[in-house]
Each structure stands twice: as structure tokens, then as C-alpha cells.
């Protein structure tokens, strides 16, 4: 069974890339494991789901358990591994998720900015751009360029450290 493939996996020495491409597998598998079960989860009286949704269950469950012990040795390791510069992986990890939400947050405000409004008449309301879309493009691109040097010294590491 695939699970089994993945345990053994796990068991074995992996770097930590590795370990994340294995959670993202078991991620996708658990998913479809769901929408197998509720494609299965109701038939009419007579007939049959066309896969057991109870084996699927407890093949999703068993696949949750080891991605929740996968999980644990991700973190464990994000927690001890370190960038060039010193800073933990973790530490690195939010520090890239944080600059991802703002760049998203600039990137919705400028893409609002540069919609255009329409006016049937010339006597309807003229509305005008409260931020400087100039600057915000500037403070976006910035955001971009230390988001990918910082998310390319998180894959380095990824890619030499083990889990």
C-alpha cells in the first residue's frame, strides 16, 4: 500500500526537501482520500459505492497519523537548522510568510487603485486614489526581491540538511 511507502520513507535518512515534498504528497493523497469518501458516502438503496468508504477512512486516518509524525520532524528540524546568517529556519519561515502577506496586501490595494471608474455623466461623483500607486509599486517589488533571496536561502538549506 502507498502509506506503507511512505513510512518507510520517512524511516529512511532524508534531507529536509525531501520531507517537504513527502508532507505535500501525503497532503494531496489525504485530499483525495476525502473526495473519495464522499463520492462513496451515499448510494441509492440497492446499489453499491464503488469503493469501500470505510477502508478509505481508515487508509486516511492511518495516512494523517503519519503526516502528523512528519509534521513533528519538520518542525523539530526547523527549529534547530539555520541560514547563513544564523537565523533559524522557522524564524526564517515566518519571516517569508510575513513578507508574503504584505506584498499580497500591496499587490490587492494596487490592483484596486488602477480599476477604473466609470462615469455616465460628467456631473457623477469623480472618485480619486488615496495612496501613492508609484510608491506602493516600488515598496511591491522590493517586498518581491527579499521574499525570493530569502526563499532561495530556505531551499538551500532545505536541500543540505537532513531530516
Excluded at 37 to 63: G, M, S, T
Excluded at 122 to 146: A, N
Aim: charged share 30%.
Amino acid at each position: 500500500m502507498q502509506n506503507r511507502h511512505i513510512e518507510r520513507k520517512a524511516e529512511v535518512m532524508m534531507k529536509l526537501a525531501e520531507a517537504l515534498l513527502l508532507r505535500s504528497e501525503c497532503q494531496k493523497k489525504i485530499e483525495s482520500l476525502q473526495s473519495r469518501i464522499l463520492a462513496n458516502l451515499k448510494v441509492q438503496e440497492e446499489d453499491r459505492p464503488h469503493e469501500n468508504p470505510q477502508e478509505l477512512l481508515k487508509e486516511a486516518f492511518e495516512l494523517n497519523d503519519q503526516l502528523c509524525a512528519l509534521v513533528k520532524q519538520i518542525n523539530a528540524r526547523n527549529n534547530i537548522a539555520a541560514l547563513p546568517n544564523g537565523t533559524v529556519l522557522s524564524e526564517a519561515l515566518a519571516d517569508r510568510d510575513m513578507l508574503m502577506k504584505k506584498r499580497s496586501l500591496l499587490a490587492a490595494i494596487a490592483a484596486k487603485a488602477n480599476e477604473r471608474d466609470y462615469r455616465l455623466t460628467h456631473t457623477e461623483v469623480k472618485m480619486r486614489v488615496t495612496l501613492p500607486i508609484g510608491e506602493l509599486q516600488k515598496q511591491i517589488d522590493s517586498l518581491s526581491r527579499s521574499f525570493r533571496e530569502l526563499d532561495t536561502q530556505i531551499q538551500a538549506v532545505n536541500w543540505t540538511v537532513d531530516l
